[in-house]
């Protein structure tokens, strides 16, 4: 499970056939766990996932030299009712003035996942007693790259995207699909390893990710933004297969 905090950022609108094209600056943003207020409403439902999956292999007999496999299943939600300052061309006019994000004017969120899927390098530091061994602590390092693929739901001017079902026939595609490949994604992770009883370990990180989106879709057109996400990260794993449990 984790908790994100986002970085205000720009988010860029286009819309040809409306005669739209502008940027919202400074956009803040929330994630939406359980227990958060996102959007301005508080969300009560505790069951809302906020998941990361790792998967790894360590490369040496010292078992502190690892490639790692990482999903993190992120939310994204423009905080409702904020002020913001809005420039560019609405309806073929000209705007640049400050505006407030009511939910019928901006409503913008990466709800079924901010998903950042990536491969990343891991270098392990023994902090306390040999690495592996129940009562052990470690250090954990890791840095990464890979591709966004988010699920966009969004409001923008009144008219709501619409991206198709949920459907086998409609999961992932560029130009169309439930869940859209919109973008890379870049970062680095550092984390604390406890090993309780040996060889579950419980690991708490903390993660730093910078990625790009472009061709997120909205009503007839189409959005372009950059993303700073700093994530605390809380893990339940187990490493298996060697003598010393390292792989």
Known sequence: YQREFWAPSDIHISQPDLGNDFTIEN???????????AGGVFNKDFSVPQWNLRFG??????????????IDHSKYSS????TAH????INGQPVDQDSVLTPDFFNYKLHNGANHIMVNLVKRFPLHRAINETGSFSLLVKGGLGIMLPHAENTVLGRDADVGPKSSSNLVGTNSGWWRLNGWTTGYEVAVRYVPIRPVYLELSDK????????????RGKADQSLLMNAFIFNLGVTFNGENDGP
């Open 27 to 37: 956009v803040k943003a929330l994630d939406y766990a359980g227990w958060n207020e």
């Open 79 to 82: 905080t409702l009712n904020q």
């Open 208 to 219: 730093l990710l910078y990625a790009h989106l472009s061709n997120v879709p909205v009503y």
């Open 57 to 70: 292999r360590f490369m040496n007999g010292d078992h502190n030299l690892a490639v790692e496999f990482s």
């Open 86 to 89: 809005v420039k560019g061309t």
